[in-house]
């Protein structure tokens, strides 16, 4: 074999001799959160069990979670609300949550001042549905009837 030539080995791998050479360190990425694209200090609450949070939302992955973040949220920090239909199987669905925020809403209409509520599914027709509930009971309700109920993910405007 000359001088230039390489020599073969098949036990060689491109990290070297195979099990005895370290694999390059992996490099650490930062889990970083996009910036807010709200200029406001408003908590949106947003409920979905798969789908990524959207930049500037609180994300709830569960009906309780969900539950436990409104509650928790004094009704002047609301800033919108966004709801999935399909929460998993066996799982409590976006009617359940729909119920829910109707009846906080209506505890004390007056206390709420946020833009809108997003209902959105794989499922459409079941968002249609969440959304005309709501509808209907904020239609009842002066202080809420301003409540826009859109059905589309929050940001896809």
Avoid at 10 to 36: C, D, F, H, I
Avoid at 46 to 62: A, I, K, M, V
Avoid at 120 to 137: F, W
Wanted: net charge negative.
């Amino acid at each position: 074999m000359g001088r230039n030539q390489l020599r073969h080995s098949p036990r060689r791998t491109q990290y070297g001799r195979q099990g005895t050479a370290k694999k390059p360190a992996l490099k650490a990425v930062a889990n970083e959160t996009p910036p807010s694209p709200y200029k406001d200090d408003l908590v949106r609450i947003f409920l979905d069990d798969e789908r990524p949070c959207p930049p500037g939302w609180t994300l709830t992955r569960s009906l309780g979670q969900f539950i436990r973040a409104v509650t928790e949220c004094p009704p002047e920090k609301l800033g919108g609300l966004a709801l999935d239909w399909d929460l998993g199987y066996g799982q409590p669905n976006g009617h359940d949550a729909v119920e829910f925020v109707i009846e906080h809403l209506t505890a004390n209409p007056e206390a709420f001042e946020f833009d809108g509520i997003f209902c959105h599914s794989a499922c459409r027709e079941e968002a249609v549905k969440m959304a005309k509930a709501l509808n209907a009971a904020l239609e009842q309700h002066e202080n809420l009837s301003w409540i826009a109920v859109m059905l589309e993910l929050p940001g896809s405007q």
